[in-house]
């Protein structure tokens, strides 16, 4: 569960990285657009709230690349690396397994030379599967001991382990959104002249949009 859990952390740490990156490409591109419209050249108050809103497109891109760079260093990679643990884990739980079907095997062989008439050759064969037995059960218990002993230590580990990660994650979304603040701040001063609120802006819109459907050469569908 834990292999799985931090597979699937990682990739959903990747996942939000990457949508964050298409968020704010996607916002650069936006301003340049309507910096790029006709109006512009038209009017020169359009004009400069198009170039203030690009500036701060630009330099919220720039910071969220750098947010992402610092979640990429302390999360996403941290996580890989422990991803990369895994495998050697589930091979020595899988030569245990096999220590212990090797040991089984001979164990029953010993049983059964016990359970037979103590003849001469039967001893033999016992003495013999004893012998063959008891470094195989060494092997088994060496790698059953090196288990038990480790694996709650390093399930015990992954708090300690994750826990750094988890408040540099924190951190670079605290300092993100304090300067996307700061920047979204300073555009509103630039640009928000009238100082009407979002319902007296969308009234205002609808107002003018009510006007167009009233021209003529609007269609009425």
Do not use: W
Request: proline share 3%; net charge negative; aromatic share 8%.
């Amino acid at each position: 569960r834990l292999e799985d859990q931090t597979k699937k952390l990682h990739k959903d740490m990747k996942k939000s990285t990457e949508a964050d990156l298409a968020m704010s490409k996607a916002a650069v591109k936006i301003s340049a657009d309507l910096l790029g419209n006709p109006l512009c050249e038209q009017d020169q108050a359009f004009l400069e709230s198009m170039t203030a809103l690009d500036t701060a497109m630009k330099r919220m891109d720039a910071f969220n690349q750098e947010k992402v760079n610092q979640i990429q260093k302390t999360v996403i990679d941290p996580l890989k690396k422990y991803s990369g643990v895994f495998p050697s884990l589930n091979m020595a739980v899988k030569r245990r397994e096999q220590a212990l079907q090797d040991y089984k095997r001979l164990q029953s062989k010993v049983e059964k030379y016990e359970e037979k008439e103590k003849t001469g050759p039967v001893m033999v064969k016992l003495h013999q599967a004893r012998e063959e037995l008891r470094p195989v059960r060494e092997d088994f218990e060496a790698k059953n001991k090196q288990l038990l002993d480790e694996m709650p230590k390093f399930y015990q580990s992954r708090i300690d382990y994750f826990q750094p990660s988890f408040e540099a994650l924190i951190r670079a979304q605290v300092v993100y959104f304090t300067e996307m603040y700061n920047i979204f701040s300073e555009l509103t001063d630039q640009i928000d002249q009238a100082g009407l609120t979002d319902e007296q802006r969308e009234k205002e819109t609808e107002a003018k949009l009510s006007e167009l459907r009233a021209l003529s050469i609007v269609a009425d569908d």
